[in-house]
């Protein structure tokens, strides 16, 4: 039986940096594994409608079990993070998570020879970091530093790499298979990753998915009450998304001028009085 002062240093040694690519080797396995299961049901299913989506019957099953979970535990939480934390608090949580975010984003716009987004992103970063208290404040945005939000997805999408069939991934919902191989190196760019004691970093982590799951509450109640195949508009909107993160933020010369910041967005969530009637 493992002692307390053996159980400590196996700890240690799995948070430690130096073990990051066998974790890396870890996740990436358990990735191909979940595709290859996603792979063998859609062949094994009907015709398809869409041709982004070969796995739907997959998909559509995973989506099932992510509403149970998320019914039975993160909506409840983050409904009840909502109503107990003032607005303030949250903003600067989400501001926190976002600067964090602006690292990741400086690193892959760097890789994509992005040199406005790199520049806007170390800007960023260094002006929330120093003078917005840590990130809370988002001091940037108020002095017009744009955000270039970037990740290996679509950095391997800027290199020519396709996104690949629609899939959506246990706990973390919709994906593709580009995005799902670049999931592990994603995690690795995470700040939170290394941060020390391990008690501290799940903090973190449990933090972030409240946080996230919180400012999803809108979007919800709008699928909930769209009359329309809340599958199918998941999907449609995740992938328009997806595809204007790769491409809009830096095509600035086209002939139609800038683009409609509200584009692949959801609607505004109707005013509460006229839910009621």
């Known amino acids: 039986m493992m ?32 595709l290859g299961l996603a792979l063998l049901v859609g062949c094994a299913s009907g015709p398809r409608n869409d041709p982004r989506d070969p796995l739907e019957p997959y998909n559509r099953g995973v989506t099932k079990f992510n ?13 009840a993070y909502k109503e107990v934390t003032p607005a303030p608090v949250r903003t600067g949580v989400s501001n ?6 602006d690292v990741w984003s400086f ?6 020879f992005r040199l406005e987004g790199a520049a806007s992103s170390f800007m960023r970063v260094n002006v929330n970091t120093f003078l917005g208290l840590g990130g809370v404040l988002d001091v940037a945005s108020e002095l017009g530093i744009d955000r270039y939000r970037q990740d290996f997805g679509l950095t391997l999408g800027r290199w020519g790499v396709d996104t690949g069939p629609y899939v959506v991934l246990p706990i973390l919902g919709p994906s593709t298979v580009r995005d799902t191989f670049a999931l592990p190196v ?20 449990a933090l972030r998915a409240v946080d996230v799951r919180a400012n999803l509450l809108r979007a919800g109640s709008v699928l909930d009450s769209a009359a329309l195949d809340k599958y199918s508009f998941t999907r449609d909107v995740f992938l328009q998304v997806r595809s204007q993160a790769g491409e809009a933020p830096y095509d ?26």
């Open 3 to 34: 002692n307390r002062t053996q159980a400590g240093t196996a700890r240690d040694d799995e948070s430690h940096p130096a073990n990051g690519a066998a974790t890396l080797r870890r996740a990436g396995r358990a990735l191909v594994a979940v």
């Open 67 to 79: 509403e149970q979970v998320d019914a039975l535990v993160l909506k409840p939480v983050a409904t």
């Open 96 to 101: 926190f998570f976002a600067n964090l975010t």
């Open 107 to 112: 690193v892959n716009n760097v890789l994509q």
């Open 186 to 205: 994603d995690m690795m760019g995470n700040p939170v990753r290394y941060v020390d004691p391990t008690s501290a970093r799940n903090s973190l982590y």
């Open 252 to 277: 600035k010369d086209k002939d139609d001028g800038a683009q409609d910041s509200k584009d692949g967005m959801l609607p505004e969530e109707p005013p509460a009085d006229a839910k009621k009637r």
